[in-house]
């Protein structure tokens, strides 16, 4: 299935009295929506959504009410944040702090306010 130019309208009291009406429906619309989306990604990037697509839908499946599914995927969400690995811990490795420590990231310390300028044109 091609989805590199469709664009899913999104209304959501649409969305919402299919979901009530047609729950089938439903499912292969957000189904759809989600294989758009992902199909406009990048393509190096594809394969990874959807295997993070299959992880979150396999904790829907696991949970036994839509908002357990919502507080199980959040939780994910922010172990990709703050957990070992996390997008926490790359922004303070790309900024110089030390690694975190049994994933608590203890007191951090400031940068230096000073640098060095070049001056680049006087090299040219």
Known sequence: MDHKNEQISFEFDEWLGI???DPDAFEKMRRSAIDSVISQAPPANQQRLRCLQWRIDQERRRARTPLAACIRISQMMWES????????QALRRLQGYPEAHDGVIGDVPRLPREAVVVDLSERL
């Open 81 to 88: 944040v703050t957990g070992q690995g996390g997008l926490l």
């Open 19 to 21: 979901a009530r009406r």
